[in-house]
């Protein structure tokens, strides 16, 4: 349900988004090539093997400290258009990068925190939504904090950054994550509330394709044929 409705709302952001991959020879090689984001096609033990302080080791220990997964975003189903299409599936999957990129944890505070910056970045009408009723499920002390703190944040970074959808990530595993951010225009959000500390315990849990303005759904596996695994 969530994923239909950021299908069918996303039409008036598509078109731009898809002009911000084609002003980029990055962004050009993304919709020629058309790389997928999943354990599949990205080889997280070698990511896991990088020096830390690079973007792809900062990736792979958001996905252990966070206990998830990139493998169960939806696939979409209601964009007639192929390469809008694409594009709609790049940014779903791209999701969890940007909580890597900016340090985010998983939680609907932070959540509605990376829903205000993908608006500001992208325009998205289905992330303004997800920004706009979340808050309801917050306490007031979580709803202050969000809005005198991250949602400031996140509407300048947001706007002020690259548009994200036009980085290689893939690309990227080995480059230095502070360069990485200084190049793309990110700065850190206030410092987060991590519910633990790291550790190298296995991601068990899915990640999932989260609004937090509507109820948790169902999980959904996407059927799909092998796909090339990025070596690095």
């Known amino acids: 349900m969530v994923a239909a409705l950021g299908d069918v709302t996303a039409a008036p ?14 962004g050009r090689r993304i919709l020629r090539d058309r790389p997928r984001i ?13 020096p830390v302080g690079t973007f792809g ?8 400290r ?11 189903r209601y964009i007639a258009d192929p390469e809008l299409a694409y594009v709609m599936q790049r940014y779903r999957e791209s999701h969890d990068l940007y909580h890597a990129l900016c340090g985010l944890p998983v939680s609907v505070e932070y959540e509605l925190a990376l829903k205000y910056f993908e608006f500001a970045n992208n325009g998205l009408p289905m992330a303004a939504l997800g920004a706009l009723f979340g808050p309801l499920r917050l306490n007031s002390e979580k ?26 990530w893939e690309e990227r595993w080995q480059q230095n994550l502070e360069d990485m951010k200084l190049e793309l225009g990110i700065w850190d959000p206030p410092p987060p509330r991590w519910r633990k500390a790291k550790s190298k315990a296995a991601p068990t849990h ?4 989260f609004d937090p303005a509507v109820p948790p759904q169902p999980l959904q596996q996407e059927a799909s044929q092998p796909l090339p695994r990025y070596k690095l």
């Not at 952001?13 to 990055?26: F, H, I, K, Q, T």
């Not at 966070?66 to 979409?76: F, I, L, N, S």
């Not at 809005?147 to 290689?168: D, H, M, N, Q, T």
Request: proline share 8%.
């Open 13 to 26: 952001a598509l078109p731009s988004m898809r002009e911000d991959m084609l002003a980029s020879e990055e």
């Open 38 to 50: 999943s354990s599949s096609t990205v080889d997280l033990d070698a990511l896991a093997k990088l």
């Open 57 to 64: 080791r900062a990736y792979s220990d958001w996905l252990v």
């Open 66 to 76: 966070c206990a998830v997964t990139p493998d169960t975003r939806d696939p979409v």
């Open 143 to 168: 709803r202050a904090r969000l809005f005198g703190e991250y949602v400031p944040w996140a509407l300048r970074c947001g706007a002020s950054a690259k548009p994200l959808i036009a980085v290689y």
């Open 206 to 209: 899915p990640s999932v394709d």
